[in-house]
């Protein structure tokens, strides 16, 4: 089956930039989503379609996807993007959805 | 407004049955395909099962194939999982999900029904 990587966590200050990362076997060949999760919330949808925004997700979310490698970059990083982060792809060789184990991203 | 409300979840013996419910409203439920997903305590996001728009797609993870079963009515606007043959590992947050149609994601997403799984 189908299987995407994540780190468990990722740091960084207010103001920087945050990048999330997604592998997979060749993830450059599928679209990628991204959804957004704080504690005790249900999941938003933040990236689809590898670099997509939904209405009301503001610009400093934005996408990438190549090669074995899907990227969700958070610019100017607020303390409210201080949140678990996971990417989902859909296998169409065993049709299923696949879920990364997710990231925490911690605003220092 | 959007939404969708799930019911049905609570304390089952392992072994024992339950049906979740979800209820969608604000938009033509008929025109979109439906998932559930669950959540361990403390763990993360595991997809359960798709549903076509029609019905005429189904699919589970095999973690709960041949003891889930996905439904929906859309003349009531609602969809439905019934869960038998329930086990300690299926005790999790469980999810109504709105997809936006094979390949993209999932972009409405309910509240959440706790069910829980032990003796």
């Known amino acids: 089956s189908y299987v995407l990587t994540q780190p468990p966590s990722v740091s960084v200050a207010p103001g920087q930039t945050a990048r999330v990362t997604c592998g997979g076997n060749n993830i450059g060949g599928k679209s990628v989503h991204w959804y957004q999760q704080k504690p005790g919330q249900a999941p938003v949808l933040v990236v689809y379609?590898?670099?997509d925004r939904p209405s009301g997700i503001p610009e400093r979310f934005s996408g990438s996807n190549s090669g074995n490698t899907a990227t969700l970059t958070i610019s100017r990083v607020e303390a409210g993007d201080e949140a678990d982060y996971y990417c989902?792809?859909?296998?169409?060789?065993?049709?299923?959805?696949?879920f990364g184990g997710g990231t925490k991203l911690t605003v220092l | 407004e959007v939404q969708l409300v799930e019911s049905g979840g609570g304390l089952v013996q392992p072994g024992g049955s339950l049906r979740l419910s979800c209820a969608a409203s604000g938009f033509t439920f008929s025109s979109y395909s439906m998932n559930w997903v669950r959540q361990a305590p403390g763990k993360g996001l595991e997809w359960v099962s798709y549903?076509?728009?029609?019905?005429?797609?189904?699919y589970y993870a095999d973690s709960v194939k041949g003891r889930f079963t996905i439904s929906r009515d859309n003349a009531k606007n609602s969809l439905h999982l019934q869960m038998n043959s329930l086990r300690a590992e299926d005790t999790a947050v469980y999810y109504c999900?709105?997809?936006?149609?094979?390949?993209?994601?999932?972009?409405?997403w309910g509240q959440g029904t706790m069910v829980t799984v032990s003796s």
């Open positions: 989902q792809v859909w296998d169409s060789s065993s049709d299923h959805w696949v």
């Open positions: 549903i076509s728009s029609s019905s005429n797609t189904i």
């Open positions: 379609d590898d670099s």
């Open positions: 999900v709105r997809g936006l149609g094979l390949p993209s994601g999932f972009d409405i």
